[in-house]
Every structure is written in structure tokens, then in C-alpha cells.
């Protein structure tokens, strides 16, 4: 299996999918981390090539820690624009990685780097299949199956979880995970919420900290999983789960059946 997770920034596909990964990548699947944008706006005080080079060893230390690769595009921070030009470039990743199942944010989204991500996606989700389209990377042979992260936001519609995955087994490898990226965990979340003085200086501290944050965050998504760990483990077991993730199917891409999300995603 193979499994492209294509995200805006140096940290969406960590935030939105880490733990899945981590569950993919301990059954043998391929996971690739796509960044579109080098996230080079993303701190009060380090700007630029600077911070662009910061937030990629970042990923990379991360993506060591979830046994994934990372890639991330040289296109600035708040600047991404969905072109004919990214459209092939993102029709050429999915292709080279011979993708199974593609994965990104949702077309409605506060960020414009994210909507513009989700539209790129959605803008190749047919174009793999068609030789003609940037006809110098094979096309896919069969069209890989497209689906969404979890997100809040409810206009025009709601997330649906149409596949939930307990991730309660792997939540403290992705913790680390998250704890890798550094200049956004301890540095610029925390500025942007006006806590930057509550960060611990010392490393246990610190991922306390992260843990006692986003614990909350992390909780919300699994209360609006629920409907999705109902279907996949039961009602009982269900209501143990803390942390999950959960997928909405793209219709863009292959359409899969009750059966392909069983298999596809991890239990
Ligand atoms: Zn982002």
C-alpha cells in the first residue's frame, strides 16, 4: 500500500494523520508527507529561507520517528496559488508514489494555503488517470482512492466520518511527532494564542505541556468521530476511544466500498 498524505504546511499531514501513518507504516505501507508550501511564515521572529530550512528538519526528524518519507515544496508560505503548473506537479507525485490512497484538507478551510492544497488535490484527483496530462510521468493504472482530514468547520456542510481510526495504541509516538516540530509546537502556536510564556524551558516539561494543550483539541475531533468508531469497533469499545482520526471520502477519486475502508485504513 501506498499512501500519499498531501498537506499545506510542515506539520498538517503530522496534526491530521500522524497517528494513522504510524499505524499504516507498522503494517508495512509506504506513507509519504507532501508539504505544498515551505511554511516559511510560520514563526514572530525567524522568517524566510531561514525558517523554511528550520521547519524541513523538522519534518524530517518527525517523519524519523514515524518511519514515513517527507517531502516539502519550495513555494512560500501564504502564497500558494492552485496552477496549472502545481497541478501537474501534484498530478506527478501522486503518480510517482503510485498512490493508493491520497489524503488532504477539506476544500473549505480558514487557511488559504489549505483551500487552495484541497483544490490541487481535487484538480488531479481524475488527471492521474489521463495520459495525456503531463504525459511525461506514467499515468496511474488504476485511480487511487481520495479522501479528506478531519476538520471543525461546518459551513457548507460538516465533516463526515466516514472512516474513523482509533489511534489511542500509537498516541504517544505521535506526540513525539508533533513534538519535532518545534518552532510550531513551542514557538509559534503558542505566540499565536498568547502563551508563549506558559512553554517550559526543559524537554519533559515541555511535551507535558504539548500534551496537556492539544489534548482538548484532540478530544474534540474524537467526540465528532464518534459515529465513524461506532461503525468500525462497536458501540462499547467505542466510547473507550481518546484519540482518533477520521477520514471523509473525496468523490473525486476511485469510489471505495464499506469493504476498501475496512482494508484500506488501519484498525
Ligand atoms: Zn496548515
Same mark, same amino acid.
Request: overall charge negative; hydrophobic content about 25%.
Given at each position: 500500500m501506498n499512501i500519499v498524505c498531501i498537506g499545506a504546511h510542515p506539520d498538517d499531514c503530522e496534526f491530521f494523520a500522524g497517528g494513522t501513518a504510524l499505524k499504516w507504516v507498522q503494517q508495512g505501507a509506504n506513507v509519504l508527507f507532501v508539504s505544498?508550501?515551505?511554511?516559511?511564515?510560520?514563526h514572530f521572529e525567524i522568517l524566510g529561507p531561514e525558517l523554511a530550512r528550520r521547519r524541513i528538519k523538522e519534518t524530517e526528524a518527525s517523519a524519523k520517528i514515524a518511519g514515513v518519507t517527507t517531502m516539502v515544496l519550495d513555494i512560500p508560505d501564504g502564497e500558494l496559488m492552485p496552477t496549472l503548473e502545481l497541478r501537474k506537479k501534484v498530478v506527478d507525485i501522486i503518480r510517482q508514489h503510485d498512490a493508493d490512497v491520497v489524503l488532504t484538507h477539506r476544500p473549505?478551510?480558514?487557511?488559504p494555503d489549505h483551500r487552495y492544497t484541497s483544490l490541487l488535490v481535487q484538480d488531479a484527483a481524475f488527471m492521474?488517470?489521463?495520459?495525456?496530462? =503531463?504525459?511525461?510521468t506514467p499515468r496511474c493504472a488504476s485511480n487511487p482512492f481520495f479522501f479528506y482530514f478531519q476538520d471543525?468547520?461546518?459551513?457548507p456542510t460538516p465533516f463526515s466520518p466516514d472512516v474513523s481510526v482509533s489511534i489511542d495504541d500509537v498516541i504517544e509516538t505521535k506526540w513525539l511527532m508533533l513534538a519535532a516540530m518545534e518552532s510550531q509546537v513551542y514557538e509559534w502556536l503558542p505566540w499565536l494564542d498568547n502563551k508563549?510564556?506558559?512553554?517550559?524551558? =526543559?524537554q519533559p516539561e515541555r511535551l507535558e505541556w504539548l500534551k496537556k494543550t492539544w489534548r482538548p483539541f484532540f478530544a474534540e475531533f474524537a467526540q465528532h468521530s464518534f459515529a465513524g468508531l461506532e461503525r468500525r469497533y462497536g458501540t462499547e469499545k467505542a466510547q473507550k476511544v481518546q484519540f482518533a482520526e477520521s477520514f471523509e471520502i473525496c468523490e473525486y477519486g476511485r469510489k471505495p466500498t464499506p469493504e476498501d475502508l475496512e482494508s484500506l485504513f488501519p484498525l
Open positions: 505544498l508550501t515551505n511554511g516559511d511564515k510560520g473549505n478551510d480558514y487557511h492521474v488517470t489521463v495520459p495525456g496530462f =503531463s504525459p511525461d471543525l468547520f461546518t459551513k508563549l510564556d506558559e512553554v517550559p524551558k =526543559s
